[in-house]
């Protein structure tokens, strides 16, 4: 790295296995960056770099990336209400706030539409950048206007969503687009039925996801409304296929888990690569990648039919 001994000593830098700040806790090694000045952004746009929030819906490769994986720091922490007019407030939030913290403010302020991602494993930051969502909505729902840099450009800027084609796990906005907040419009609600709410989600997840073990999340997005991944790779038979330490869940088939915290990157991607090329021939279905992969084998998004079985 070419950061400045200022830089360096205004923002942690460190070398860590990048298996400590993912969900899936698989991953090697990288320089670990935490950007806690405004001021520090230009320096650190103009090195090679990664952005990483909560290290959920990822896979990194078990040799590491070379560059800078940089996590937002208190600056870009915050979440500020404004006040209620007409039955409706904004807020202001930063891209570093956790999505549970912002959901948490939320309800208990009485505004409604975030308790509909209760239980989503992300930074705000993280949950704009895929429209993460659940069956009930998606993130974009209520979102106003996003504070970005956009690919190949030195500065941030305002984004109104009327310019963001968002659409199911996508923002509409180029890959290496960093967030850094966002404007939500939210409407008045009950506290208690807000609150209610987040926790039926929460207990839905609960029993029909693994939450108890290591996983990315979803691995594949839905190839159709009413087809899941999960359903699909059951249906397949692949639910409980193993290779080393990677397993496709028993309790829910679109959650490859770590159970024993031994598995490695080329585990998963042995896993997606059967459950992909036996979709495509058995189906004739294609599996689209919902995790994001980093010095992953490329093959793991392309066309499974110009690839081989590989049997788990």
Not at 47 to 54: I, S
Not at 260 to 273: K, Q, T, W
């Given at each position: 790295?070419?950061?400045?001994p200022?830089?360096?000593?205004r ?6 296995a990048?298996a ?13 960056v935490?950007?806690?000045d405004?001021?520090?952004l230009?320096e650190?746009?103009a ?8 290290g959920?819906?990822l896979?990194?490769?078990d040799?590491g ?5 940089v ?5 870009f ?12 407030a ?6 570093a706030v956790?999505?549970a913290e912002?959901?948490?403010v ?9 308790e ?13 950048r ?5 069956s ?11 504070e ?5 450009e ?9 310019a963001?084609?968002?659409a199911?796990r996508?923002?509409?906005l ?20 807000l609150r ?6 929460k207990?839905?997840?609960a ?12 691995v594949?997005k ?6 899941p ?7 397949l038979?692949?639910?409980g296929?193993?290779?080393g ?12 888990v770590n159970p ?14 059967l459950?992909?090329?036996?979709a ?12 994001e992969?980093?010095?992953c ?9 110009q690839l ?5």
């Open positions: 790295m070419r950061f400045t200022g830089f360096i000593a923002n942690p830098v460190a070398t860590t990048l400590q700040c993912t969900t899936m806790r698989i991953g090697g090694p990288a320089t670990l935490t950007l806690a405004r001021a520090d230009p650190l746009l090195q090679p770099h990664r952005w990483l929030g909560k959920a819906n896979l990194v490769g040799d990336v070379p560059e800078a994986v996590r937002l720091g208190g600056a922490a915050s979440c500020v209400l404004g006040p209620l007019r007409a039955g409706r904004t807020v202001q939030c930063g891209a956790d999505l912002l959901i948490s939320c309800i208990k302020a009485g505004l409604a539409g975030p509909g991602l209760a239980g989503v494993p992300a930074t705000v930051g993280g949950a704009l895929m429209n993460a969502g659940t009930t909505c998606w993130t974009m729902d209520w979102v106003t206007r996003v970005v840099v956009l690919p190949g030195d500065a941030p800027s305002w984004l109104e969503r009327a963001l084609a968002a199911y996508s923002c509409g180029p890959p290496g687009t960093l967030f850094l907040g966002c404007e939500l419009e939210l409407a008045e609600g009950d506290p208690e039925r209610a709410q987040a926790a039926t989600l207990k839905a997840k029993t029909s996801q693994p939450l108890a073990q290591p996983s990315a999340g979803c594949f839905n190839p159709a409304p009413g087809l991944a999960g359903r699909l790779i059951d249906e038979g692949l639910k296929a193993r290779h330490g990677a397993e496709v869940s028993t309790v829910h088939a679109n959650f490859i024993g915290r031994d598995a490695s990157a080329a585990d998963v991607a042995a896993l997606v690569r459950i992909r090329g036996r495509w021939r058995e189906r004739g279905v294609v599996l689209e990648m919902e995790i992969t980093w010095a084998p490329t093959e793991l998004h392309l066309h499974p039919g081989s079985e590989v049997v788990a």
